[in-house]
């Protein structure tokens, strides 16, 4: 250790003898087909190359074991803690495909660094990262190919089943069979069910990789932690009312009285287009990733 380097510039590079850069620990261990390996390393905090750094951590631990082409999936889980902040952002996410898997899946790892220490009001230091990653030599994929009901037609207090049916390689496929009870006293007219993967559900929440400002740490955290993965389909059971986020947070159906106040309220939004959710059945396919989307309506009759 010689010192940091702190400018780098087209006329030169400047830097401090004797100097130790702020590092952060970063731990990953690797499940791969024939063995298991352990990696330990540090890595310089800074709000632009940090995230960087973590990308080319990840990936090249992946291809020091693992084939990077051909048909693969790879299981992320563990968390990044923040100094100051109790709370980790978790990492648990799955990728599959027959191209670029593990360029995909390192990248997924640094995206939320990069919009936790990007987007926010408050200065961010990474403390540590910790990360099992598990690489699995097959295709691990299943997509949403059918959605039914068992009714038409539901009354309030009745009981509603939802069928799902996954379709995977070779043309397997597996069927999941939710119940929703329909609430007494439950407003008559259109139901709208969607089943969607979590990321399309969380597009469809307005939850993505964007904010229109920064805003304080915990929010942000906050936020990275509600994000759904991709080893879970979503059954969405919503109505066509306006839902309002305020800061942040959604605020599904309220009475028209609070409705004509967050209406003119600065930095409120009305998202009339997603509706307002009135429940969420979360489903999985085991040790797989879930992609696709559709959606049926019924009636609510009384």
Known sequence: MVGTMTGDYNAGVTGELGRKARMADVRIGLKGSDRQSQFR????????????????????????SERTLGSSSIRLHGNIRFDGFAEPVAIDNMYSGDFNVPLVAS?????????????????????SVD????????????????VWTSQRDVRPGGTLDINVVLEGEGGREIERRLSYPIPVGMQTGTLNITVADGPSTNAGEGKVYTVAQPRPATQVISLLNSLRGSTKGYVRLWRSDPNYTVEGRDLPDPPPSVGL????????????????????????AGNAVINGAKTITVEVKE
Do not use: C, K, W
Request: glycine share 6%; net charge negative.
């Open 107 to 127: 990248l997924g790892t640094a995206l939320p660094v990069a919009y936790a220490l990007q987007n926010t009001v408050d200065p961010l230091r990474i403390q």
């Open 131 to 146: 990360l099992t990653v598990e690489a699995l030599a097959e295709r691990r994929q299943f997509s949403i190919e059918q």
């Open 261 to 284: 106040i967050l209406a003119r309220t600065p930095g409120s939004a009305v998202n009339a287009g997603r509706g307002s959710t009135l429940a969420e059945l979360p489903f999985d």
């Open 41 to 64: 390393m540090e890595m310089v905090q800074d709000r632009v190359l940090s995230p960087l750094l973590l990308q080319m951590m990840v990936y090249s631990a992946i291809d020091g």
